[in-house]
């Protein structure tokens, strides 16, 4: 167990927990402005709104356990702090090849209109990008200060 528990690299991946565990919950389900688009579109037929709701307990599932694995004190600190990223880090790159599914896209053609891009692509698909580069800050932060303490 290192002295300082709660180190930079951990904190970085304890927001994207928080982050994985209540984005879809949130932007899926409570929040009006994205929620109309999904579990309470219309247009969605009940088994895609059964995969929406999969895919939102899934995010839940994975966020909570990644926090207690960081939140533990027993055990290889480190080996839980990665295992915690690539967790995490699973929903978030799993958006770029289910684009290449027939049939798929980031949003649905009638709500093209409000659709958010940042720097060209799809609001969602950037905040993966930023979750993913987030997560592998923290990790080679971890790495680099494992192995100057190990040397």
Sequence with gaps: MTKRH?????????LMAVETALG?????????????????NPAWPPHAKFHDAQYIVMS???GLFALVLLARRHGDAHARLLWSAGILAVPWAGMFPAL???GTATYDP????GTQFVLGLHG?????????????VAVGLAVARRRQ???
């Design 110 to 113: 009638e709500f093209e209109a």
């Design 60 to 62: 839940l599932a994975l």
């Design 100 to 102: 290449l599914f027939p």
């Design 124 to 136: 969602q698909v950037f905040m993966a990008l930023v979750t993913l580069a987030i997560l592998g």
């Design 149 to 151: 303490v190990a040397s």
């Design 6 to 14: 709660w180190s930079l690299p951990r904190v970085l991946i304890a």
């Design 24 to 40: 879809a919950l949130l932007f899926d389900l409570v929040l009006h402005d994205t929620a109309h688009e999904h579990m309470y």
